[in-house]
């Protein structure tokens, strides 16, 4: 029988970012939201449309779009410090 692998879409947490996640009972009204390109094909599209939707939905503020690097490298640390500092809620991930 073939061994079958199970992987954890969650990754690595670094404890020394010290960011505080938005729990579901945090209400969400009026944040500032953010998108997270990872480079692959129709992404920024799609996770734009995401948070401009999800902006007009809860009134909040639809801040844009940055792009990392590409979608096989871990977001650059000046990048992340920006979208810390412009958002409350980052919206990111893609698969093909």
Known sequence: MPKISIYSPTGLADESVGQTPIHSSTPLTGRRIAVLDNGKSGADTLLARMGEQL??????EYVGIRRKGSAATPCEPGLLDALVGEADLVL????D
Do not use: E, K, S
């Open 92 to 95: 990111t991930g893609t698969a």
């Open 55 to 60: 902006a007009a939905r809860i009134r909040g």
